[in-house]
């Protein structure tokens, strides 16, 4: 089972660095319009691979892999390891930073299209309303 997690998590982490670079380049492109946006489908598949992801690490982490077990049980002497510090300690952190900075930018791009983030009155609206004004004062 080690193996198979290993190997998972391993071949995951290049779709997910493709799916969240196809979020980027949607956005930066401009397809963003509309409720099946292209940015929209490509963050789909980047949430689950994102997820699929996390929990494959901490299926790692916590329960199969022998070398975290071994590190967990001398976690003082793998601290003063840099190799085995990065792996029980900073690899982790960084990783989880990373989901839950994407996470809460989705949160943030959802809470963003249910408010009227755009004027209600354009400079085109203002000026005609303008025009139709002067008209009926004179």
């Known amino acids: 089972m080690y193996t198979i997690a290993l190997i998972l998590h ?8 493709i799916t969240v670079f196809g979020v980027v380049l949607a956005a930066v492109r401009g397809k ?3 409720g099946q946006s292209v940015a929209d489908r490509w963050g789909v598949f980047a949430m689950m691979a994102l997820d699929l992801q996390m929990l494959l690490g901490l299926l790692l982490y916590l329960v199969v892999s022998p070398n975290m077990a071994e590190i967990r049980a001398h ?7 840099p190799q085995l510090r990065f ?8 990783m989880v930073v990373a989901v839950v900075g ?8 959802s809470r963003l299209r249910a408010t009227r983030v755009v004027p ?14 002067t008209r009926q004062g004179a």
């Open 32 to 34: 963003v319009e509309g």
């Open 120 to 133: 209600v009155h354009t400079v085109q609206s203002l000026k005609e309303d303008a025009k139709w004004t």
């Open 75 to 81: 976690f003082g002497e793998a601290m003063q390891n």
């Open 102 to 109: 994407y996470i809460l930018i989705q949160i943030g791009v």
């Open 10 to 17: 391993s071949w995951i982490r290049w779709f997910a660095l």
């Open 87 to 94: 792996w029980a300690v900073e690899h982790l952190t960084a």
